[in-house]
């Protein structure tokens, strides 16, 4: 909930991409109090309207309803921007995460995952990939690459976050140019972690990159060639101690090289890295919606994109030492 000079209920889009729909309600169940939505025509062409609905209290009305509010929901469940980087719930989510898939990785030289992508708004479809994922055990972990928001609200992860919880395994994401929206960024840090992770499956290592386009430093720069340094020394690292422990690679991101997103001007940069990697068996994206292989640099290597969630598709993918296969499920 948002409060202003007029209160702002925030709530949740449930019509489809290219409908001009929308339906609310609140993000947070209150009990004993009960806030009654109905659906409405978008008319306006400003993003935020398609997201909140406002509703003007004036005089005694606004001051009964206030008082009511903070009785039963307390000063905490009130958020005063839309951009506010407040929230409830699990943080740290990735390395969390990632914990639990290398220590059910250990040891396995064969494994099954599913990769999703560009869920941001499609919370029904996303429920209904995240059902058909738990009735298939042999999926062993989900990998997201990213848009889980649309406008990089608090709300919006919140929404995304309870949905994708109530997978039975666990689940790794990239961060999407749309989840950088607003102030996007730091509440995807805040929630889950750093924009660049990477973990190892049985011998198999995953990089997941930022690669949303900017010439910044540190941290903010995508791709971040000081992390893909640091990565490669790492693997490096690993062998020398273990001859092998790494012998294959995967790599996920949200934009893919040569995207209109990505920063070209690194594009030979970034193939080098990836043709440092010890065999890469494959690279994952998202971003345009699409079912689509492609060998980019025609080396060999396959970037494979898995449709925005709303088509109801998502990929699995079975590794094998030295190998893979894939299909694209419909649900």
């Known amino acids: 909930?948002?409060?202003?000079?007029?209160?702002?209920?925030?709530?949740?889009?449930?019509?489809?991409?290219?409908?001009?729909?929308?339906?609310l309600r609140p993000p947070?169940?209150?009990p004993g109090v009960h806030i009654h939505y109905m659906s409405t025509k978008i008319t306006s062409k400003n993003q935020t309207d398609t997201f909140i609905r406002h509703i003007g209290l004036f005089g005694r009305s606004?001051?009964?309803?206030?008082?009511?509010?903070?009785?039963?929901?307390?000063?905490?469940?009130l958020r005063f921007h839309p951009n506010e980087a407040r929230f409830d719930g699990e943080t740290g989510l990735t390395a969390r995460h990632i914990e639990t898939v290398e220590q059910w990785g250990q040891g396995r030289t064969s494994f099954c995952f599913a990769l999703i992508s560009d869920t941001q708004r499609s919370y029904d479809d996303t429920a209904d990939a995240v059902s058909w994922i738990n009735r298939h055990p042999e999926i062993?972990?989900?990998?997201?690459?990213g848009d889980l928001t649309d406008f990089g609200l608090a709300d919006e992860y919140e929404w995304m976050?309870?949905?994708?919880?109530?997978?039975?395994?666990?689940?790794?994401?990239?961060?999407?140019?749309?989840?950088?929206?607003?102030?996007?960024?730091?509440?995807?840090?805040?929630?889950f972690g750093p924009l660049n992770s990477s973990f190892t499956v049985g011998n198999t290592r995953f990089v997941v990159l930022n690669t949303v386009g900017s010439d910044n430093d540190g941290e903010d720069a995508a791709p971040d060639f000081s992390y893909i340094s640091a990565e490669l020394a790492e693997i490096s690292r690993i062998n020398r101690l273990n001859p092998d422990s790494i012998s294959q690679s995967v790599v996920m991101m949200h934009v893919r090289p040569f995207d209109g997103l990505f920063n070209n001007s690194k594009t030979n940069d970034f193939h080098a890295f990836l043709t440092s990697l010890?065999?890469?068996?494959?690279?994952?994206?998202?971003?345009?919606?699409?079912l689509q292989s492609l060998d980019i640099y025609d080396d060999g290597t396959l970037f494979h994109e898995v449709p925005n969630i709303h088509k109801r598709q998502l990929m699995v993918f079975t590794i094998s030492p030295g190998s893979y296969a894939y299909e694209c499920i419909d649900f």
């Open 278 to 290: 010890p065999n890469l068996l494959f690279c994952m994206n998202g971003h345009d919606h699409h």
């Open 1 to 23: 909930m948002y409060f202003s000079s007029h209160l702002q209920i925030s709530g949740k889009f449930f019509g489809n991409s290219g409908k001009n729909t929308l339906s």
């Open 161 to 191: 976050r309870r949905e994708l919880q109530r997978l039975n395994c666990p689940w790794i994401t990239a961060i999407g140019n749309h989840d950088m929206k607003s102030n996007g960024k730091e509440i995807y840090r805040a929630i």
């Open 62 to 77: 606004a001051a009964v309803f206030m008082a009511v509010l903070l009785t039963f929901c307390g000063c905490d469940m």
């Open 28 to 30: 947070t169940d209150v």
């Open 140 to 145: 062993g972990f989900v990998m997201h690459a």
